[in-house]
C-alpha cells in the first residue's frame, strides 16, 4: 500500500515558526510533523510515499536524506513553481499509484493514532470511493453525511454558507481528521485543474459517488498546523 503526505502548504497558521522552515519540518513532541506522519504509516506497514514539496523545499528533501528516508521509499513531487492545494497535488501525483490498490492521504500536520489498518479493511468491505476518518470535535467547517454515512453536503458555521450534494431529512456532522483512503478509480473522475482542494472535488463528486465517513474514535487526536 502507498500514501501521500501533503507537505507543501506555506504553514501560515505556525508563523513566525514557518518564516524559516516548512510546516512539515516544526518540531512537536520531540518529532518534526513529517517524522510523525511517517513513523504512523510504518506502524501500520506502509513504506511506500509521495510527499509533495513547495515552501523551503531544499530543507524538507535534506532532513529525509539525513535520516536515510526512515526506512521508506519516498519520492518528492515538486510544487516549487506553483502551490496546487491538496487536490491539485493529489492530481499531478497520480501516477504514482499505478498498482490498482487503495492509498492513503495523510495530512502532515495533524498528530494521530488512528488505526489505518482497522480503517483499510472498512474501506475494502465498504466498495466505496473514499473513506473519510471524521471525529465529533468542534470546528467552524464540517461535512454532513446522511443516515448511513455517505457524504452529503459540507457547512461553515462561521459564515453560515452550507452546500447540499445529497439532500435527506437528518444530516450528522462531523469534522474531518486529515487522514483518508481513496481507490484510483478516482482519478478518472478529476476534471478540476491548476489548484484545487480534495474537499470541493469530493462534493462534486458526492451526488453520484460513493463517499463513506469513517468514525475516528483514536484516543491521539491534534491539530499541530496551528499554535
Known sequence: MKAFIPAAGLGTRLRPLTNTLPKAL????GKTLLEHAICHLKLHGIR???????HFPGMIAEFLAAHDNFGCSITISDETD????TGGGLKKAAWFFNDGDPFIVRNVDILSDLDMTTMLDFHRKAETMVS????ERETSRYLLFNETMQLSGWENR????????????RYQSFAFSGIQILSP???PLITE?????????YLRLSAVQTITGFLDRSQVWKDAGKT
Open 82 to 85: 506553483a502551490l496546487l492545494e
Open 193 to 201: 485543474t491548476g489548484k484545487f482542494s480534495l474537499t470541493e472535488l
Open 158 to 169: 462561521s459564515t453560515g454558507e452550507r452546500k447540499i450534494t445529497r439532500p435527506c431529512e
Open 26 to 29: 516544526v518540531v512537536t513532541a
Open 132 to 135: 473519510l476518518a471524521v471525529r
Open 185 to 187: 478509480g478516482i482519478f
Open 48 to 54: 511506500e510515499l509521495i510527499i509533495n514539496v513547495h
